[in-house]
């Protein structure tokens, strides 16, 4: 597997309030997390990097207590929830307990987007309107839901997915890390082999000849280049077997994202599978 990331401010923005990880561990197991911050200019930017610092290092933990697996159980993928969840607890507590002891920081958050892959298998968490996509030779699939008003209007039928992609209203988002002292988040869990990759692809394969390329970013890129666009220039990449490589795909999207307008700060990591 190859992992990397970047970011940039944008063409509107002075200040980077994103944050982003990709971690290795020892037992195989790949993460990678982007956090969009909000709260001002120093209180995104903080909020963002406590959370995807106490995310990764949670998980970190677990990675080196659950040891190796060849293949993962039921009881090994409840685990790796059970993991998540308190990885994304840990990462609120952290940002709302700074929040909570200093004024100029009160109401910081972010939202935050992980995927953990180990085994075939993909677990992915999110509060927030930062997105996973899974492209398969050239076919995007939005695995997250974005937990935000307008995605609220489209599952109330009145407002269609290309409204609520142009709504002024598009940035208020219904969840966030940090902002209370508790956090709700949602998990998905994608089987890369052994019949169907998720419920959300309408067709699916073996992932033996398949290329599947893993992609979080904050809504600094789905606001400017749609899921055809960016699986589209995976696609045009080619076969994906080094990091120079990928980086080259990060960078592409983000210049993508800046010549559309660059309204926001823009992140997006990669992880190859």
């Not at 419920?199 to 979080?216: F, G, R, T």
């Not at 080619?238 to 990060?250: C, R, Y």
């Amino acid at each position: 597997m190859l992992c990397c990331g970047r970011t940039d401010v944008g063409k509107k923005r002075t200040v980077n309030q994103d944050s982003y990880a990709c971690e290795s561990f020892s037992n195989g197991m790949q993460l990678a997390v982007v956090c969009d911050g909000m709260g001002g200019a120093a209180g995104g930017g903080i909020a963002s990097s406590i959370a995807c610092g106490a995310f990764s290092e949670s998980m970190s933990s677990f990675a080196q207590s659950f040891g190796m697996r060849e293949t993962l159980t039921h009881e090994d993928e409840r685990a790796v929830k059970i993991a998540m969840t308190e990885a994304i607890d840990a990462a609120n507590t952290a940002v709302y307990e700074r929040s909570d002891s200093e004024e100029e920081l009160r109401g910081m958050g972010t939202t935050l987007v992980a995927t953990l892959a180990y085994c075939d298998v993909l677990f992915t968490i999110n509060v927030g309107d930062s997105r996973m996509y899974l492209i398969t030779d050239g076919q995007p699939a939005q695995i997250t839901r974005d937990h935000s008003y307008v995605q609220y209007l489209v599952d109330m039928g009145k407002m269609t997915q290309e409204e609520a992609r142009k709504s002024i209203n598009r940035n208020i988002i219904t969840r966030a890390v940090g902002t209370d002292d508790t956090v709700e988040a949602d998990i998905y869990v994608t089987r890369l082999s052994g019949g169907n990759i998720s419920d959300k692809i309408e067709n699916s394969w073996n992932a033996d000849d398949k290329q599947h390329v893993v992609l979080l970013c904050s809504d600094g890129l789905t606001n400017h280049v749609s899921p055809e666009e960016m699986a589209a220039v995976i696609q045009e990449a080619g076969e994906i077997q080094t990091d120079p490589a990928l980086d080259q795909v990060a960078e592409k999207l983000i210049d993508m994202a800046n010549a559309a307008g660059g309204t926001d700060n823009i992140t997006a990591v990669l992880m190859t599978l």
